[in-house]
């Protein structure tokens, strides 16, 4: 079975900062990996994915991701962060089965809060 | 907008009573997809359909949960004789893998709140 750490479950950071929110994984088989938003009240929007090919994956609102299959890692950056950027941010892991991914396993979320 | 819907979006109700919530995927979509989401905690898949067949139920889908997607288009999620555990976030998400190419991704509804008192 796979599971999904997210290693800080709050990360506070000032607007215009940087931002690293880490996420590592357990899986004894491959498996495509994702980034969720969350804002208040509302449901998830993909933020970015992995499937294959570059490690390096970029996604909306300016976020990017590093696959590290060595550390087994998919942690999530920003280089300058915005007040709206304000939300729960969850890393998930998805198996391939049967010609195709299906149900993912997401880690608990870190809560980003940016602070003008 | 043709996005993923859930209906109520929020639901109250006492212990023991039954509540049934809708999705209505996006069309064309012959997966779809419930988690159930508790505070401070991510999604935690609870059950998925391929068209009308329920292929796969998790070990948190008691028996007083029950899941149907009668015509392979919308679902309903019923849980019977709530208790206060049951009180948490349900999220829908449909995808389709033969549409995307075989790569599936899940599109989520904004979810029903339920709070069970």
């Known amino acids: 079975a796979q599971s999904v750490t997210q290693l800080d479950s709050q990360v506070p950071v000032f607007e215009e900062a940087p931002v690293e929110l880490r996420c590592n994984y357990s899986s004894s088989v491959s498996v495509y990996l994702f980034w969720y938003v969350q804002y208040p009240n509302q449901g998830l929007q993909l933020l970015l994915k992995?499937?294959?090919?570059?490690?390096l994956v970029k996604g909306i609102n300016g976020f990017e991701a590093e696959f590290n299959k060595s550390q087994t890692s998919f942690h999530l950056r920003k280089p300058s962060v915005h007040i709206s950027d304000t939300a729960e941010y969850f890393c998930a892991v998805s198996l391939w089965s049967g010609g195709s991914n299906y149900k993912l396993t997401f880690g608990k979320g870190t809560l980003l809060t940016v602070n003008p | 907008d043709t996005g993923v819907s859930q209906d109520p979006r929020h639901k109250i109700t006492k212990r023991g009573q039954n509540v049934t919530f809708r999705c209505d995927p996006i069309s064309e979509h012959n997966r779809l997809y419930w988690y159930r989401q508790t505070l401070g905690q991510g999604p935690e898949f609870l059950t998925y359909?391929?068209?009308?067949?329920?292929?796969?139920k998790s070990r948190l889908l008691s028996d007083r949960f029950s899941a149907e997607r009668p015509k392979g288009s919308f679902s309903t999620l019923e849980i019977q004789r709530t208790e206060q555990g049951d009180s948490a976030m349900y999220l829908c998400a449909s995808s389709s893998p033969r549409l995307a190419g075989g790569y599936n991704e899940q599109f989520f509804g904004p979810g029903t709140r339920l709070t069970v008192l």
């Open positions: 359909f391929q068209n009308e067949a329920q292929l796969e």
């Open positions: 992995y499937l294959s090919g570059s490690t």
